[in-house]
């Protein structure tokens, strides 16, 4: 027998099929699963590849969990090493520090206008004032509310000289920016008496602005320090502490107040972002302004309406005006209605009549502090009489007077009419000769579905301004008053009744 067919045939030898049978149900012509050259096998079929694969994943997982162990313990060590910063002491302020702590009224004065959010005192007294400063005019608009609103609780606007408000007691306790066009009608002029909190406020916000800047040297000699750095909506921002801003029409700064020196929160371009103060009367202060909602506010009547841009007139509207009295006493006379904030806290509301013919007017005329009474107001070619009657309905909008007027009342003579007279007068004069020539255009405006011109008469502390409308017919009369505000008279010609005289009382002038 073949020796080499012997050995192919002997038990446990190489041709004999291994106990899994792998090696002979190789495919034909060899493959992965052909002995390896010279008759070694191959790592797979010896299972080496995967133990050395097992191996280098525990040895992967070891190294991973060595390195999270010896993170671990840098942090530990990290956190019972650290300590927080040391806090920034204040110090005193640089040259480029003050000179830019001194033009922050300036660049307000510059930039016009500015949304506010300003909050007056805390918890049940806290007082808040939503809307806009415009520096150039100046002028407030803000909606007032918070616990501690009490009667200012509604609008209000105001310049440095007068303050009206709109009073809305139901109105909802937070604030809230007030409409772009106020309303028109309700606004009263108000006295804030003396240490009022709210005027405190309101005379810091218009004192924020000024044509020129403050002393940066009178800053630092008055206190003035760098005491942070923070970041707000704004951007981030230097905070110095320095007196508040002296009126500017005084040179010296006002005492400072009890709380300590007020904080100002200023970008490096000089603009106030925020500003705290302890106000006297007022308490805690915290003034936000918004720089980017800055729009262009329109002053209610009572503070004269849109400025304008005065010019003269043209040709046209100087014929229209020397026209006006032949087209009223035309008309004959007019339906009037009387809207005059006078004094310094002095609201008349009137209805009635006024006849260039009979050159003579009859109101009744309410005042808002007094609603129970009313003034009965005659105007004729001897002078001034008036009669005090009860008061019914409401004195926002009284009834025009009684025709006849009424029997048994007792009617008093004038000297010399208050400032609701002179404004009656000068509409009565109207209807006899124009206005004189040294009028001036201020705008062109509009009442009811009407366009007017707003013409401007100045003689000396007198200010009339009347709106003429496109037909040439006088439709409102204005007058500043004493209070720094505007009194109207509204106009409606047409047919009037006649206007008799009252019986007078004797000897009743006063």
Same mark, same amino acid.
Do not use: K
């Given at each position: 027998?073949?020796?080499?067919?012997?050995?192919?045939?002997?038990?446990?030898?190489?041709?004999?099929?291994?106990?899994?049978?792998?090696?002979?149900?190789?495919?034909?012509?060899?493959?992965?699963?052909?002995?390896?050259?010279?008759?070694?096998?191959?790592?797979?079929?010896?299972?080496?590849?995967?133990?050395?694969?097992?191996?280098?994943?525990?040895?992967?997982?070891?190294?991973?969990?060595?390195?999270?162990?010896?993170?671990?313990?840098?942090?530990?060590?990290?956190?019972?090493?650290?300590?927080?910063?040391?806090?920034?002491?204040?110090?005193?302020?640089?040259?480029?520090?003050?000179?830019?702590?001194?033009?922050?009224?300036?660049?307000?004065?510059?930039?016009?206008?500015?949304?506010?959010?300003?909050?007056?005192?805390?918890?049940?007294?806290?007082?808040?004032?939503?809307?806009?400063?415009?520096?150039?005019?100046?002028?407030?608009?803000?909606?007032?509310?918070?616990?501690?609103?009490?009667?200012?609780?509604?609008?209000?606007?105001?310049?440095?000289?007068?303050?009206?408000?709109?009073?809305?007691?139901?109105?909802?306790?937070?604030?809230?920016?007030?409409?772009?066009?106020?309303?028109?009608?309700?606004?009263?002029?108000?006295?804030?008496?003396?240490?009022?909190?709210?005027?405190?406020?309101?005379?810091?916000?218009?004192?924020?602005?000024?044509?020129?800047?403050?002393?940066?040297?009178?800053?630092?000699?008055?206190?003035?320090?760098?005491?942070?750095?923070?970041?707000?909506?704004?951007?981030?921002?230097?905070?110095?502490?320095?007196?508040?801003?002296?009126?500017?029409?005084?040179?010296?700064?006002?005492?400072?107040?009890?709380?300590?020196?007020?904080?100002?929160?200023?970008?490096?371009?000089?603009?106030?972002?925020?500003?705290?103060?302890?106000?006297?009367?007022?308490?805690?202060?915290?003034?936000?302004?918004?720089?980017?909602?800055?729009?262009?506010?329109?002053?209610?009547?009572?503070?004269?309406?849109?400025?304008?841009?005065?010019?003269?007139?043209?040709?046209?509207?100087?014929?229209?005006?020397?026209?006006?009295?032949?087209?009223?006493?035309?008309?004959?006379?007019?339906?009037?209605?009387?809207?005059?904030?006078?004094?310094?806290?002095?609201?008349?509301?009137?209805?009635?009549?006024?006849?260039?013919?009979?050159?003579?007017?009859?109101?009744?005329?309410?005042?808002?502090?007094?609603?129970?009474?009313?003034?009965?107001?005659?105007?004729?070619?001897?002078?001034?009489?008036?009669?005090?009657?009860?008061?019914?309905?409401?004195?926002?909008?009284?009834?025009?007077?009684?025709?006849?007027?009424?029997?048994?009342?007792?009617?008093?003579?004038?000297?010399? %009419?208050?400032?609701?007279?002179?404004?009656?007068?000068?509409?009565?004069?109207?209807?006899?000769?124009?206005?004189?020539?040294?009028?001036?255009?201020?705008?062109?405006?509009?009442?009811?579905?009407?366009?007017?011109?707003?013409?401007?008469?100045?003689?000396?502390?007198?200010?009339?301004?009347?709106?003429?409308?496109?037909?040439?017919?006088?439709?409102?009369?204005?007058?500043?008053?004493? %209070?720094?505000?505007?009194?109207?008279?509204?106009?409606?010609?047409?047919?009037?009744?006649?206007?008799?005289?009252?019986?007078?009382?004797?000897?009743?002038?006063?």
């Amino acid at each position: 027998m073949d020796t080499s067919s012997a050995r192919a045939t002997r038990p446990g030898s190489a041709a004999t099929s291994p106990t899994d049978g792998t090696a002979a149900a190789g495919p034909p012509g060899g493959g992965a699963g052909d002995p390896a050259p010279g008759g070694a096998a191959s790592p797979d079929d010896t299972g080496l590849l995967p133990r050395i694969a097992g191996r280098r994943r525990r040895g992967l997982l070891a190294l991973l969990g060595a390195v999270a162990a010896l993170s671990a313990a840098g942090l530990v060590l990290g956190l019972l090493s650290w300590a927080p910063d040391p806090p920034v002491e204040p110090r005193t302020l640089t040259v480029a520090e003050s000179e830019r702590l001194a033009a922050v009224r300036v660049t307000n004065y510059r930039e016009l206008r500015a949304g506010l959010h300003v909050t007056v005192g805390d918890g049940a007294t806290r007082t808040e004032l939503m809307g806009w400063i415009d520096w150039s005019r100046p002028l407030l608009y803000l909606d007032v509310g918070g616990p501690g609103a009490g009667p200012q609780r509604g609008l209000l606007q105001a310049t440095p000289t007068a303050l009206v408000i709109r009073p809305d007691p139901a109105a909802v306790p937070t604030a809230a920016p007030p409409p772009l066009v106020p309303p028109t009608d309700r606004w009263r002029l108000h006295r804030l008496p003396d240490g009022n909190a709210l005027a405190a406020v309101l005379d810091l916000l218009f004192n924020l602005s000024a044509d020129r800047p403050e002393s940066a040297g009178a800053l630092r000699d008055a206190g003035a320090r760098w005491v942070a750095q923070e970041t707000l909506t704004g951007g981030p921002m230097d905070v110095f502490t320095a007196p508040l801003p002296a009126p500017s029409t005084t040179a010296t700064p006002p005492t400072p107040p009890s709380g300590g020196l007020p904080r100002y929160w200023v970008d490096q371009e000089a603009r106030l972002h925020r500003l705290t103060a302890h106000l006297p009367g007022a308490g805690p202060v915290t003034v936000t302004l918004n720089r980017t909602d800055r729009p262009t506010l329109r002053p209610v009547d009572a503070l004269g309406g849109r400025p304008g841009l005065p010019r003269e007139l043209t040709a046209a509207e100087r014929n229209r005006l020397e026209n006006i009295p032949a087209r009223l006493r035309a008309r004959g006379g007019a339906t009037v209605t009387l809207n005059a904030p006078v004094g310094r806290d002095t609201n008349l509301r009137g209805a009635g009549w006024l006849s260039w013919t009979e050159r003579s007017a009859y109101l009744a005329v309410a005042d808002l502090g007094v609603p129970d009474r009313r003034t009965l107001l005659r105007r004729d070619v001897a002078g001034w009489s008036r009669a005090e009657v009860p008061g019914a309905g409401d004195p926002e909008r009284p009834d025009r007077p009684p025709l006849p007027p009424p029997a048994g009342t007792a009617w008093y003579a004038d000297r010399d %009419g208050d400032e609701s007279g002179r404004l009656l007068d000068a509409a009565l004069a109207a209807g006899r000769v124009a206005p004189p020539a040294t009028v001036e255009r201020l705008r062109e405006d509009s009442l009811g579905d009407r366009t007017v011109d707003v013409v401007e008469v100045a003689s000396g502390a007198n200010r009339l301004r009347y709106w003429v409308d496109r037909d040439g017919l006088l439709r409102r009369v204005e007058l500043h008053t004493g %209070g720094g505000a505007w009194a109207q008279l509204d106009l409606t010609p047409g047919p009037v009744p006649r206007l008799p005289a009252p019986r007078r009382a004797a000897g009743g002038a006063r």
